[in-house]
């Protein structure tokens, strides 16, 4: 059996992006990282990024600067790893 750790790094994606996928699609991280591998490798790119900038607008909304800063971390993470696809910017 696979570890989470083993699963996350088969992913390429980080824990950050695959903690806001599974915050925002309401999940067990161990599912979203299923999720995160199959959108990384069926041109899902722009999806994920659209849930990292969901999540910070929520943040946002919620004054919730801390996860905010993590979040925005996330996704300048994100693009800069998955920069084949023509990317959107958060609020």
Excluded: W
Excluded at 2 to 21: G, H, N, P, Q, V
Excluded at 67 to 91: E, G, R, V
Aim: hydrophobic share 40%.
């Amino acid at each position: 059996m696979l570890t989470y750790e083993e699963c996350l790094e088969m992913s390429e994606l980080s824990a950050d992006e695959i903690a806001a996928i599974a915050e925002h699609e309401h999940m067990d991280p161990m599912i979203a990282v299923a999720l995160g591998h199959y959108l990384i490798t069926h041109d899902g790119e722009q999806r994920i990024q659209r849930f990292i900038i969901d999540d910070i607008e929520r943040a946002k909304r919620c004054g919730d600067r801390e996860k905010q800063a993590l979040l925005n971390s996330a996704l300048q993470h994100f693009i800069a790893t998955h920069p084949t696809h023509q990317t959107q910017q958060a609020s």
